[in-house]
């Protein structure tokens, strides 16, 4: 049996008050007609990042947006066989919870087709993979914590 492959992505819950409510982007692509992923903002670091450097490249790579990291949330790790050659992989998500400073989502690259801010319980709704859907969840509670301790 071929090795399992170790991999490490690092990414981020954007989210932004709107009143009483949150808001939080999610990307989405074209998986085929009629059918969206949608998903939260990742990516692999480069030589020499740190986490937290990752997670700011790849979400600001991934939105448009300027970000910056508030807090860690959670890690998800699961397993998947790679396209292509059909190695197992086991990767590991490490997600940090952000603010946007700037930038635009029409600034977003190549790797999403659909880049959209949604109320925290709509995003919750549409994201494709439960894991995910627990990462916006464990980050809205950090934000309520916060919210009851100000």
Partial sequence: ????????????VVVRARGDDVDVVICGFDAQPGHVVWGLP??????????????VREVCEETGLQVSVEEFIDSIDYCFERYGDGAACHKVVHFYLMNATGGDLSLHDHEFDYVRWLPASEAVRTLTHDNEVR???????LISKKAGAG
């Fill in 42 to 55: 990742k990516g692999t670091p480069e030589n020499g990042e740190t986490r937290e450097q990752t997670a």
């Fill in 1 to 12: 049996m071929a090795d399992l492959i170790e991999m490490e992505s690092m990414g981020g």
């Fill in 135 to 141: 990462v916006v969840k464990n980050a809205l509670y």
